[in-house]
T-cell receptor, first 113, second 116 residues
């Protein structure tokens, strides 16, 4: 079935470092792909999304490109801040009517000053 | 996007009891979803709740343990029945919406359940 494999953490970076969190998927057809973020003590928020191949989602300095050829949707940010410390989840939306989301295991990011 | 009010935000419950979690949406939505997030883990879908029909449960989740109601297009409840410490988790409701040729998902703030 459709699934998401996400880079396991935790990831610890210094402020202004480059961030990549890998996400690959297995799906029939062409799912929509999402990155969600969960800040400490808060609910889940949509960070960015892409609905078709070669789409690039971007928000708050984060970017991810839907790569059909490598079935990937890696999250990147050029210069992380302490405030980016959170758990990041990659997710895909099933094709075929159910509309449910399937989540990766999550990657905890800690950014140190 | 929709605004979801989920309550209670947290609770501590005795084993063997049941807790009902409510999810109220400020607009009509077709599909509502209930997720569980165990400590330090990802989100796992429990069931999809459509108005006017029985909820569809994912593998490993059963109606007797997690009965769901969906009386109208803006409200749903999830009950965690006969609780044990293993049910200690965050439970979240979510809705999907489509508009202006786009769609998205909104999540409630979650119910942090501790079973003692």
């Amino acid at each position: 079935g459709d699934s998401v494999t996400q880079m396991e953490g935790p990831v610890t970076l210094s402020e202004e470092a480059f961030l990549t969190i890998n996400c690959t998927y297995t799906a029939t057809g062409y799912p929509s792909l999402f990155w969600y973020v969960q800040y400490p003590g808060e609910g889940l928020q949509l960070l960015l999304k892409a609905t078709k191949a070669d789409d690039k989602g971007s928000n708050k300095g984060f970017e991810a490109t839907y790569r059909k050829e490598t079935t990937s949707f890696h999250l990147e940010k050029g210069s992380v801040q302490v405030s980016d410390s959170a758990v990041y989840f990659c997710a895909l939306r099933f094709q075929g009517g159910s509309e449910k989301l399937v989540f990766g295991k999550g990657t905890k990011l800690t950014v140190n000053p | 996007s929709a605004v979801i009010s989920q309550k209670p935000s947290r609770d501590i419950c005795q084993r063997g009891t049941s807790l009902t979690i409510q999810c109220q949406v400020d607009s009509q939505v077709t599909m509502m979803f209930w997720y569980r997030q165990q400590p330090g883990q990802s989100l796992t879908l429990i069931a999809t709740a459509n108005q006017g029909s029985e909820a569809t449960y994912e593998s490993g989740f059963v109606i007797d343990k997690f009965p769901i109601s969906r009386p109208n297009l803006t409200f749903s409840t999830l009950t965690v029945s006969n609780m044990s410490p293993e049910d200690s988790s965050i439970y979240l409701c979510s809705v999907s919406q489509q508009g202006r040729g786009n769609y998205g998902y909104t999540f409630g703030s979650g119910t942090r359940l501790t079973v003692v």
